[in-house]
């Protein structure tokens, strides 16, 4: 090869964003050479061929990178064992925490661009009761938790956007509750909660958040539940010991598939009407089920995602499908479904939260990782690098 190609090829980047299929740390390497036509072409002498025509375009690829991070090591946890929410408001995200052994309710609010505004210890919500878990919703310009305690209640409370107040809505009998606890159907407004003896129940509020009566939405206890919206309603997922159940509750329309699918997490794209189910199983194994709105079963094809992974969250950022996980090193991973349904994804390495302890999180339109770890909270916000 000619001393000029030489040169050239001594030029090109050596490192590139790294990405991760989930199976193995892979680092991809990419170099396209595009160059003009005719004389500005360098071409060693040695390999010139006739010459052929140029694309009119590349197509970038594009990696998850952060963009910005955050963090505040004052807010830490014994062991890592903290149930952690995130919920975007209007002026940015409520983060909520728990101890997962049993402890207070706390909140801290930051702004659109991650800047702690409420004091750098949080402020207390209750500790009138032993919360165990803790999950969150925003929804008519209100913030709503709802918090498990160790004596078998689950507390409905709507917190004063500074979180300097709360206003308890009901009190249930439940040991667990959807990630996204309380949304819209229609007209009205529904909580779900889950007990070990009366399985699923429905609360409805109306539009003035007086409750409107309670309903069954499942008899038998589940081992876990999720839940997400999907235009004018809910859409609730659970499990038992054998089964995975989907039902949309307003629609009045259930599928069940003869496979557990614990711990899982949902996101719809409404427009497509299509979505995705994760969930992990056995031994660091992540599942992936496609979600399809009014097909036979609304719980569709089910494959094999990742391995040697656990603690799989999903978000739709109203063109993607992101996802995050742990993995065997224990660091966060997360990136996007390509085309091909393939993880296009990068590690957050050092990032090591349990797996109740982090959230992939939608805030004002951005996607974040938001965990606590032994360093104290992170966050970090992705954005999209374009590689040619």
Request: glycine residues 8%.
């Amino acid at each position: 090869m000619s001393q000029q190609a030489n040169i050239l090829v001594n030029d090109l980047p050596t490192r590139i964003a790294r990405s991760d299929n989930g199976m193995m740390r892979v680092f991809w390497s990419m170099v396209m050479l595009c160059g003009a036509c005719g004389d500005n072409l360098l071409v060693d002498p040695e390999q010139e061929t006739p010459p052929t025509e140029e694309p009119t375009s590349v197509v970038p690829h594009f990696v998850p990178d952060v963009c910005s991070a955050r963090s505040w090591p004052s807010i830490a946890y014994p062991d890592r064992d903290v149930d952690l929410t995130v919920v975007s408001t209007a002026t940015g995200a409520a983060i909520f925490t728990v101890e997962r052994a049993g402890g207070a309710l706390r909140g801290f609010a930051i702004d659109a661009s991650g800047k702690l505004e409420t004091k750098e210890a949080g402020n207390t919500l209750r500790d009138d009761h032993i919360f165990t878990s803790v999950s969150a919703a925003y929804i008519d310009e209100r913030l709503v938790t709802a918090a498990v305690t160790d004596e078998g209640s689950v507390t409905f409370d709507m917190i004063r956007p500074d979180l300097g107040a709360t206003f308890n809505l009901s009190t249930a009998r439940g040991t667990m509750v959807a990630d996204l606890p309380i949304t819209n159907v229609r007209e009205q407004k529904l909580a779900t909660v889950a007990d070990a003896t009366d399985g699923i129940t429905g609360i409805r509020f109306d539009a003035a958040w007086q409750t409107m009566g309670t309903e069954v939405l499942a008899a038998k206890p589940p081992r876990s539940i999720t839940a997400t919206r999907y235009r004018e309603e809910a859409m609730v997922v659970w499990s038992t010991d054998t089964t995975c159940h989907l039902t949309r509750v307003a629609a009045q329309r259930s599928s069940v598939r003869n496979f557990p699918c614990v711990d899982s997490r949902i996101a719809v794209d409404p427009d497509t009407r299509e979505g995705f189910m994760v969930y992990p199983e056995g031994d660091g194994k992540i599942m992936i089920s496609q979600i399809r709105v009014g097909g036979e079963s609304e719980i569709a094809n089910t494959r094999l995602f990742l391995e040697h992974a656990t603690s799989p969250k999903i978000v739709f950022d109203g063109s993607r499908f992101w996802i995050s996980y742990i993995d065997a090193r224990q660091d966060v991973i997360v990136g996007y479904l390509d085309d091909d349904g393939i993880l296009v994804s990068t590690a957050l390495e050092g990032t090591q939260p349990m797996g109740d302890g982090y959230e992939l999180a939608l805030i004002n339109g951005a996607v974040w990782v938001f965990a606590v770890d032994g360093a104290g909270a992170n966050a970090q916000r992705m954005c999209l690098k374009p590689v040619r």
